[in-house]
Nanobody, 120 residues
Framework: QVQLVESGGGLVQPGGSLRLSCAAS????????MGWYRQAPGKQRELVAV???????NYADSVKGRFTISRDNALNTVDLRMNSLKPEDTAVYYC??????????????WGQGTQVTVSS
């Protein structure tokens, strides 16, 4: 069994910064892509940023230049540093990882989600 546990998030004023962290644990053999998605009320879940095991990175246009994704392959963690936050960044943020388990089962897993609210 594989679990993704997120931390960070909260309430921040416009222009502020937050950091989200996610750790994958369990019966893991390899972790491939890791990323962050978000879902605002009444909207579909959307990709925020993704990073491959080789450190290839892709960002949503709406966060380019403001958000930075990074990972630690040894610890199976992924972070999202969010700067210059805007009210439209308000959403529940979800960690996602594609994992090969110790039993050679490959699947995508989701964290439980963490709320980010940008408001004055």
């Amino acid at each position: 069994q594989v679990q993704l546990v997120e931390s960070g998030g909260g309430l921040v004023q416009p222009g502020g910064s937050l950091r989200l962290s996610c750790a994958a644990s369990g019966s893991i053999r390899s972790v491939y892509n890791m990323g962050w998605y978000r879902q605002a009320p009444g909207k579909q879940r959307e990709l925020v940023a993704v990073i491959t095991s080789g450190a290839g990175i892709n960002y949503a246009d709406s966060v380019k230049g403001r958000f930075t994704i990074s990972r630690d392959n040894a610890l199976n963690t992924v972070d999202l540093r969010m700067n210059s936050l805007k009210p439209e960044d308000t959403a529940v943020y979800y960690c996602n990882a594609e994992v090969l388990s110790s039993t050679n089962y490959r699947s995508k897993y989701w964290g439980q989600g963490t709320q980010v609210t940008v408001s004055s």
